[in-house]
């Protein structure tokens, strides 16, 4: 039988699994793919709270749908900054990240065109879950790379530590499970 925490989040109530990121630690897994009503409550909720802004940045792959829904029901313009360069990307830009849940250390891409979008706009970036703030501090440095203006930080979970700091803004915290 596998372990599990149950939360509300948006109104929304879930049972996230646990996973093991090493011998003395569980994370509950709270992912948003195929979770529309989430994606959907989790938008309108931050929202509310969000700093008005030009553009929504989040990174690849999880924050996906949520900057997609903030951007949909709110300011209309998002950017991605991808895991690999694609064809399409004319002239990156790319700052190195390593996030708690992913084993080894990533790179993040931003092509010429969608740093351009940035540039001189005031930009909300947005995650699904912040915790070490490891990718939260490289897509900063891209927006800044890119001329854009930081007006807040939001996500849907702050967990752990994440839930004491002062510059983020999230609806619900999500504890760590020490074992």
Do not use: W
């Not at 950017?79 to 084993?103: C, F």
């Not at 940035?118 to 001329?147: F, N, P, Q």
């Amino acid at each position: 039988m596998s372990r599990t925490h149950k939360m509300t989040i948006a109104g929304c109530e879930r049972e996230l699994p646990l996973c093991e990121v090493n011998h003395n630690l569980d994370i509950a897994a709270f992912i948003m793919f195929g979770d529309v009503e989430i994606t959907e409550k989790a938008a309108a909720e931050l929202l509310k709270i969000a700093p008005e802004h030009d553009i929504v940045m989040t990174a690849e792959a999880k924050g996906i749908p949520l900057g997609y829904e903030m951007a949909r029901q709110g300011c209309r313009e998002y950017v991605v900054a991808r895991k690999g360069v694609k064809v399409y990307m004319p002239d990156p830009i790319s700052v190195r990240v390593h996030s708690i849940t992913t084993l080894s250390q990533q790179t993040l891409y931003l092509g010429r065109d969608d740093a351009d979008k940035l540039k001189g706009k005031r930009v909300l970036i947005v995650d699904d879950v912040i915790s070490t703030g490891e990718s939260l501090k490289a897509i900063e440095e891209l927006v800044h790379m890119a001329g854009g203006n930081i007006v807040g930080k939001v996500a849907v979970l702050a967990e752990g530590d994440a839930a004491d700091r002062d510059d983020i803004i999230f609806l619900e915290k999500l504890p760590v499970f020490p074992k």
